[in-house]
């Protein structure tokens, strides 16, 4: 193949002149829009615990809401639809789950967990990611910390799978919070992208 080296004031229309799939440069990406498979973002949903509540919990079954403070974006695309609970997905997709715990207690606490339980028959659930924080007292009142983790899922099939969210604490006096104005324990869900 013969190759033609062009001047500084030469070009090459490549649209009607290459055939094929062109080479990405070195350090490129060949992602021509959107995050995976190439669709766009189309979904992405908040929400909050909106009451804080003391010891442990599996799953955090209640006083769960959709972000409504704004102008913080409540959701955008399909919904999330939440009972006793337990999440669902609105369609198939690779989703990014994320959780976070906000914890308090005046005494001294080893471990403060904050965990995403997933399920793959809408019954048995399993601990698929977590965090652990731990609370040192440093005055007589309360002393915070939080835990934040997050999982990316597969969702196949919307029916049965399905994730809550666990909290394990070494003190069980130690207080979870929550508000409905501003979010301290929460929920994101973001699609990426199709399965």
Not at 15 to 27: K, M, R
Not at 80 to 88: C, D, H, I, N, Q
Not at 144 to 172: A, P, W
Request: include cysteine; glycine fraction near 8%; charged fraction near 10%.
């Amino acid at each position: 193949m013969a190759l033609t080296r062009l001047g500084a004031n030469q070009s090459v229309n490549l649209a009607s002149n290459v055939t094929g799939t062109l080479p990405v440069a070195n350090g490129g990406t060949a992602i021509t829009s959107g995050f995976i498979n190439g669709g766009s973002l189309t979904m992405a949903d908040q929400w909050r615990l909106t009451t804080a509540f003391t010891g442990n919990a599996n799953p955090i079954a209640s006083n769960w809401e959709r972000n409504d403070t704004a102008p913080a974006l409540s959701y955008f695309g399909s919904q999330m639809t939440e009972s006793s609970g337990v999440f669902s997905f609105p369609s198939t997709g690779i989703y990014m789950v994320t959780f976070h715990a906000q914890f308090s207690l005046s005494s001294n606490s080893r471990y403060c967990s904050g965990y995403i339980n997933t399920t793959t028959n809408n019954s048995t659930y399993v601990t698929a990611a977590g965090a652990d924080a731990h609370i040192s007292q440093v005055a007589s009142s309360g002393t915070y910390s939080y835990s934040h983790t997050n999982l990316i899922v597969d969702i196949t099939d919307t029916s049965n799978q399905k994730v809550n969210f666990r909290i394990d604490l070494h003190d069980t006096n130690t207080q979870t919070g929550g508000s409905s104005t501003y979010d301290q324990t929460y929920a994101r869900f973001v699609r990426l992208g199709d399965t």
